[in-house]
């Protein structure tokens, strides 16, 4: 009776061409179209819906530059969904959608020294944005990275953090854990405490956080003590999301969805809302 | 209904004056037939408690609410609502240590329909009783309470029950059609006290029993697995087709089910002490069969 | 303007409905709700058409938004997996006896799934809908649809034909080229309106329309409905969510029945290798709306909901929607919750907060 356009919940197809077990319960997904490339193109920070009926579907932090010719995802077992695609194997069909939310604005860090502050699975989404710098380094100035986790066993993209990332110019890696092990030679501590100890200057200075609320909430209070402006200081917001197109009222947060005007926000847009989690 | 209110602000104050936290019982609302729940905690406000005509809200419920948790709470129960209270002590789910309970003897209330029309309340003519007679403080006049014949117990279910299989389900696929799946008859339920329903549906965890899909045969598993969950439990309080958008007679469901173990099990309806539990969860060597139309009646 | 005298309606509607499926308002047992006209013509039904009650239970928004809405099907075959976009099939609806509010709040809808990206679900029901608006000159006591400057009595245009429900027969005027189609094709069941009729009738709609903002006796009035979004602050402070969540028994009545709620969840349901994925209404103050898979909850607080609730609609939807209030005073709220909390004792309340 009338024509069907596409529908923006409709999802695309996309295959499963490699698959990495990172620690117990994250794996990172290497996803392309039947083509062989990317599902679509997209910018650093977005994020894509997968679908794996009849499970569902849940949105993922792309963790690969929009640079590389496939996406990838590092995606930790925690619910229905996710453990569905944990047994995923190579090959597998899934379905996808997107890209939605708005990038990191990579185009006004240019210049900026730029420092990147990941707890655990947050590591996730500034990968995306580290890679996308990293390949257009002469654009930017210093990168500082400081991943942290609970333990040494936590880390995702362990040897791209270890072994590519500081190998860059101008580039550097801070690692710690909260609990060491005997052969841990890094830092102990939780990230705030850690930020302490290595006293970034805010001057000329760009942070992008992203981790679990709670680590978020103290590491975004100590950088803003430490002097840096709530406008210059990027994260990510984490809500429930479903339908990822801000039709369908989950996600919402003062006039805001996270999956259409975040995840990415500063922290100057944030202490603008008037509810906080 | 001044006799009552009355008492109850008197009794109110005193409660709260002897070191009760908090006060639920009824207040008006902005039309003469509202009346809703009063959560009271300042002698100040003990004026605005009033029992009117549509104080038909089962307040036991309230006492499962988190935020009560380890309160002194003073609570009035109508003679339906001290039932559902009874099974909640023996359940296990309040404690009734902290709580001060006054019984009213209850005249039998009015409803009003979605046209606008008031009429008395349909639970209040099959209400056995009305006056919650074990308390020591019954406020309101005992004389007054409404009287109803034991064969108006289960006058709602009689007429379904004469009729055959294939038309008491016709008749129930047309009125479980309007359901829209609000959950507001199991939010309102003083006796549905799971944490996690497993009727819930969406992605809680019973997606794998139930879906949120308008299917009739999803809104009749609800309604037919809640009632079969309350065997045992219900008390025919009424709340569940009171809070109804769409005027569901979900009561006969589960009057259909007491009247069924009181034909089929001797229990009181509800038990004394948590010694008798429902026939779900209690097993006795001569309990009917499976299948067969033993009892009292023929069910 | 046109008469189509009433005992003359189930001819017209029986002749429009080769054309159309058509809801309209029905009695059935102590409810009036949209049915299906042709579950009117059924004997042993019991269901009478009703064009006098103001308000049907439910809104009329499940014409355009379903309760629940299978949209695609999925099939997996080893590691293949398939998607197909379902189609709509059948008549479009033909929504007769709908009142202004109920009209008017699919503007309200619009806004949400027409902008981009455009849900196109919605989109086809909504552009092949047709809607009959009965004006109303008169009101009940839970109405308050001139607090959102809504006109009761309707106005010439936004639906595709208006009726006014006089004496002994309806009276119509067309409000879109679809409406004028209609009145044009089925020419023989209407007859001409003499003029003192149609001034009359005007003018009464005139009047009623201008009358309640005036009539500052109806308690339903008495705060302005920007209050929440004038006062953002001090009112979500406030302690007047706890005292109204103290009550509140955290079901859907109130979204469901709502024209303007639209939050919704999407499910997917198999058998075996294959399902369907579908859409079906929600409610943000059901407890695990917010919840995520790792088991956190920012909204876990019965009042942080009810207020989320009443801040979208009186706050944060006008921010994002060019000061949009998302409310159409139908009244439902007031009439179905079963605790008594309803969109007009938070403006009074608010009220309370700002004037201490």
Not at chain 1, 227 to 240: N, Q, R, S, V, W
């Amino acid at each position: 009776m009338t024509e069907i356009a596409k529908d923006p919940l409709l999802p695309g197809k996309a295959i499963i061409t490699a698959i990495r077990q990172d620690t117990e319960d994250i794996k990172t997904y290497q996803v392309r179209d039947v083509n062989g490339g990317k599902p679509f193109d997209f910018e650093p920070g977005q994020c894509a819906m997968l679908s794996l009926p009849p499970a569902g579907e849940a949105i993922f932090s792309i963790t690969s530059s929009p640079l590389a010719e496939m996406m990838e995802f590092s995606i930790k077992n925690v619910g229905r969904v996710t453990s569905e695609i944990h047994n995923l194997k190579v090959g597998d069909q899934i379905g996808i959608r997107g890209p939605y939310g708005t990038p990191f604005p990579v185009a006004d860090f240019q210049k900026d020294d730029l420092l990147f502050i990941g707890g655990g699975i947050g590591l996730a989404p500034l990968r995306s944005v580290i890679n996308y710098v990293l390949k257009k380094r002469d654009n930017y100035g210093k990168v500082d990275i400081v991943c942290g986790c609970r333990t040494c066993n936590d880390f995702v993209h362990y040897e791209e953090i270890t072994e590519e990332w500081p190998q860059k110019p101008e580039t550097d890696v801070h690692l710690t854990v909260d609990k060491a092990t005997d052969d841990w030679t890094g830092f102990e501590g939780y990230i705030p405490d850690y930020l302490e100890e290595l006293n970034f200057s805010p001057a000329g200075k760009k942070a992008i956080v992203c981790g679990p609320p709670i680590m978020i909430k103290f590491v975004v209070q100590q950088l803003k003590e430490s002097g840096f402006d709530p406008a210059d200081i990027y994260t990510t917001l984490e809500l429930k999301m479903k339908c990822g197109i801000g039709k369908c009222g989950r996600c919402n947060i003062g006039s805001k969805y996270v999956c259409k005007d975040g995840p990415v926000f500063t922290a100057k847009e944030l202490a603008g809302l008037i509810e906080t989690f | 209904m001044e006799i009552i209110t009355n008492a109850m602000r008197q009794l109110a104050r005193e409660g709260l004056e002897n070191g009760l936290d908090i006060i639920i019982g009824w207040e008006d609302g902005r039309f003469e037939w509202q009346s809703k729940p009063a959560f009271i905690t300042e002698i100040n406000d003990i004026e605005s408690l009033n029992f009117n005509n549509y104080s038909l809200k089962n307040l036991s419920g309230y006492l499962l609410k988190k935020e009560l948790k380890d309160k002194k709470i003073g609570i009035f129960l109508k003679g339906c609502d001290y039932k559902a209270y009874k099974q909640l002590v023996n359940y296990n789910q309040v404690d009734p240590e902290n709580i001060q309970i006054w019984g009213i003897a209850c005249p039998g209330l009015k409803e009003r329909d979605f046209h606008g029309n008031t009429s008395n309340a349909e639970r209040c003519q099959r209400c056995q009783e009305p006056v919650p007679e074990e308390l020591e403080t019954i406020i309101g006049k005992k004389e007054v309470a409404i009287q109803n014949s034991p064969e108006d117990k289960y006058q709602d279910v009689k007429k379904l029950e004469s009729l055959a299989t294939d038309e008491r389900f016709d008749y129930w696929k047309d009125q479980i059609s309007d359901c829209i799946r609000c959950y507001a008859c199991r939010n309102t339920c003083p006796l549905c006290e799971c944490t996690t329903c497993m009727l819930a549906g969406g992605d809680s965890n019973s997606d794998d029993w139930i879906d949120s899909a308008k299917e009739f045969s999803q809104d009749f598993f609800f309604h037919s697995i809640r009632a079969f969950h309350q065997a045992g439990r219900c008390v025919d309080c009424g709340e569940c087709e009171e809070v109804c958008p769409v005027d569901i007679p979900i009561s006969k469901i589960n009057n259909k089910i007491r009247h069924d173990i009181e034909n089929l099990y001797e229990m009181p309806e509800v038990a004394d002490d948590d010694s008798v539990m429902g026939p779900l969860l209690d097993f006795r060597e001569d309990d009917p069969e499976p299948g067969s139309k033993g009892g009292k009646e023929n069910a | 303007m046109l008469k189509l005298d009433k005992n003359k309606l189930q001819d017209f509607l029986k002749a429009i409905e080769e054309e159309y499926q058509i809801q309209l308002p029905v009695k059935k047992a102590d409810q009036t709700d949209f049915c299906n006209f042709e579950d009117t013509l059924k004997p042993n039904k019991g269901l009478e058409i009703d064009l006098n009650t103001r308000l049907s239970v439910k809104s009329p928004k499940s014409y355009l938004f379903p309760r629940s809405e299978s949209y695609l099907e999925f099939k997996k075959d080893n590691e293949r997996l398939d998607f197909k976009l379902k189609e709509l099939t059948g008549k479009a609806n033909l929504i007769f006896g709908i009142r202004n509010c109920d009209q008017e709040s699919f503007k309200i809808l619009d806004k949400v799934f027409l902008q981009e990206p455009v849900d196109q679900l919605y989109k086809r029901r909504r552009n092949s809908t047709i809607t009959v608006v009965a004006r109303c000159l008169e009101q009940s006591e839970t109405c308050f649809c001139q607090l959102f400057e809504i006109e009761p009595a309707g106005s010439e245009t936004g639906a595709d034909l208006y009726y006014y429900n006089y004496n002994d027969g309806l009276y119509f005027t067309a409000g879109s080229d679809q409406g004028e189609l209609i009145l044009s094709d089925y020419s023989q069941y209407f007859k001409s309106v003499e003029p003192e009729i149609e001034k009359k009738l005007n003018q009464e709609a005139n009047q009623f329309n201008g009358k309640i903002t005036a009539d500052s006796d109806n308690p339903l009035m008495q705060n302005k409905p920007e209050l929440l979004y004038d006062n953002k602050e001090a009112i979500f402070n406030s302690d007047i969510w706890q005292e109204l969540a103290n009550r509140c028994l955290e079901c859907g009545i109130c979204t469901y029945l709502c024209p303007t709620c639209h939050c919704y969840d999407i499910q997917d349901y198999s058998a075996d290798q294959s399902g369907e994925r579908y859409r079906c209404w929600d409610s943000c103050l059901f407890s695990n709306f917010t919840e995520m898979a790792h088991g956190d909850n920012p909204r876990e607080e019965t009042y942080q909901r009810l207020r989320q609730r009443f801040f979208h609609k009186l706050v944060y939807f006008p921010e994002e929607q060019e000061e949009s209030l998302a409310c159409v005073g139908c009244g439902r709220c007031l009439g179905s919750c079963p605790v008594n909390i309803d969109i007009t004792e938070v403006l009074a309340l608010a009220g309370g907060v700002i004037n201490d």
